[in-house]
């Protein structure tokens, strides 16, 4: 069965300081995976893409890793913002176009100052 | 950078009436957009996939007589909600990609809060 899992399901942590979330994947035969940016009651902004020849991409502040063999990908946050608090989406997408989607269930994460 | 725009971003409606929200690819051509559900504290739920120029495909579950889909041109897709009940408010979510470029990100809508009173 094709499932993407993210953890932790919710986070807190202090303006400024770094965080790492994680996605652990099923999803066969493997084409792409991407993180996205959700905030409350907007829909999703792209961060990052990584195709399985890719082991980190970084876009700013966020840097995403993918290990192919272990299926795991992580997002990196480097000096948190307040405006990062959001839920971030892990997107695996098997080979055959953008019909063979699996999303994960999100991390929310909140940023206090 | 890619847009999609999706309107109405609210609306309220009463039981029994229908509704219809439009998803459009502002600066690109999309073959394909796809219709989303979420509810509170859950990940998006892929409804169906529209398809420009012919009948929408829909996930096992979905009522494709309740959600219609309809892809007019590259640019608009729409989805009208008929005969809402109060089960169906939740947040609607489209997303498109540029034509022919797979592994291009998936751009979304900002999404539509339906509220059936």
């Known amino acids: 069965k094709n499932q993407v899992e993210q953890s932790p399901q919710s986070l807190i942590i202090l303006e400024g300081k770094n965080c790492t979330l994680q996605?652990?994947?099923?999803?066969?035969?493997?084409?792409?995976l991407r993180w996205y940016k959700q905030d409350t009651g907007r829909g999703p902004v792209s961060l990052t893409i990584?195709?399985?020849?890719?082991n980190t991409k970084s876009n700013g502040r966020y840097t995403a890793t993918l290990d192919a063999d272990t299926k795991q990908s992580s997002l990196h946050i480097t000096a948190s913002q307040l405006s990062d608090s959001a839920s971030y989406i892990c997107v695996v997408s098997r080979s055959g176009g953008y019909q063979k989607v699996t999303f994960g269930i999100g991390t929310k994460l909140q940023v206090i100052p | 950078g890619a847009v999609v725009s999706q309107h109405p971003s609210r609306v309220i409606c009463k039981s029994g009436t229908s509704v219809k929200i439009e998803c459009r690819s502002l600066?690109?051509?999309?073959?394909?957009m796809f219709w989303y559900r979420q509810f509170p504290k859950q990940s998006l739920m892929l409804m169906a996939t529209?398809?420009?120029?012919?009948?929408?495909?829909?996930e096992q579950g979905v009522e494709k007589d309740k959600f219609l889909i309809n892809h007019a041109s590259l640019t608009l897709s729409t989805l009208t909600v008929t005969s809402a009940h109060p089960e169906d408010s939740s947040f609607y979510i489209c997303?498109?990609?540029?034509?022919?470029?797979?592994?291009?990100?998936?751009?979304f809508g900002n999404g539509t809060r339906l509220t059936v009173t």
């Open positions: 529209s398809n420009e120029g012919s009948k929408a495909t829909y």
């Open positions: 997303s498109a990609a540029p034509r022919g470029r797979d592994n291009s990100p998936l751009h």
């Open positions: 990584m195709t399985f020849s890719e």
């Open positions: 600066d690109f051509q999309a073959t394909t």
């Open positions: 996605c652990n994947y099923t999803v066969s035969p493997f084409s792409n």
